[in-house]
């Protein structure tokens, strides 16, 4: 033995596939059902967060469960990846921003932010499959 490891891919060849997938990749549209599953995790753990009085601890899970499930779709491959992920993204921004001009109180209680939170984080993952689902670009 060489003393070089059996995997089947470098460091290198590793972040490129995270950028670039390889010619002949299978990419397949977002599973809808497994993100409705993080929605309502992420949904009970930031109204575990509201109800336990914590400041920012309940919505910064939800927004960061929310940013790793969409890179881990990205990972795995999923049709139109980066583009579905800077969208979704925007859309929840634009929500957030939508929310605290229309209801100028939101942020004021732990209540009122869980809920704007809420609708960020469906409004994205929302985004992300619908546009994932649009059939590929021809080559």
Known sequence: M??????????????????????????????PVSLLL???????VGAGGAALGLEWEGTFAMTMGTVFTLLDDVIKG???????CVAALAVGWGVVRL???????????LWGDYGVHAAWTLATLATFVAITRLPPRPR
């Open 2 to 31: 060489s003393g070089k490891s059996k995997r089947p891919h470098g460091v290198v060849q590793s972040v490129r596939r995270f950028f670039w997938l390889p010619r002949g990749t299978p990419r397949d549209p977002a599973q």
């Open 38 to 44: 993080v929605w309502l995790f992420l949904l009970a």
């Open 78 to 84: 999923v049709r139109h990846r980066w583009p579905a």
């Open 99 to 109: 929310a605290h001009v229309v209801v100028p109180g939101a942020s004021d209680s």
